[in-house]
């Protein structure tokens, strides 16, 4: 399984917004991590249909 530009851009900001969380506020943590996880969902999801539908034309 290759890894897309998307996948790579999202962990990229996940480490950078691990690295400078201590010196956020707690709701600001808790936004930026709740955007996150909704982002990586709906990537995942996409990611699958789009997966679906290649093994579709395969067949």
Do not use: H, Q, W, Y
């Not at 917004?17 to 996409?46: D, H, M």
Request: no cysteine.
């Amino acid at each position: 399984m290759k890894n897309s530009k998307t996948d790579l851009i999202i962990f990229a900001i996940a480490m950078i917004f691990i690295f400078f969380s201590g010196r956020l506020e707690p709701n600001i943590r808790l936004i930026i991590t709740g955007v996150l996880i909704v982002v990586i969902l709906i990537n995942r999801g996409l990611s699958s249909k789009k997966g679906n539908e290649k093994e579709v034309k395969k067949e």
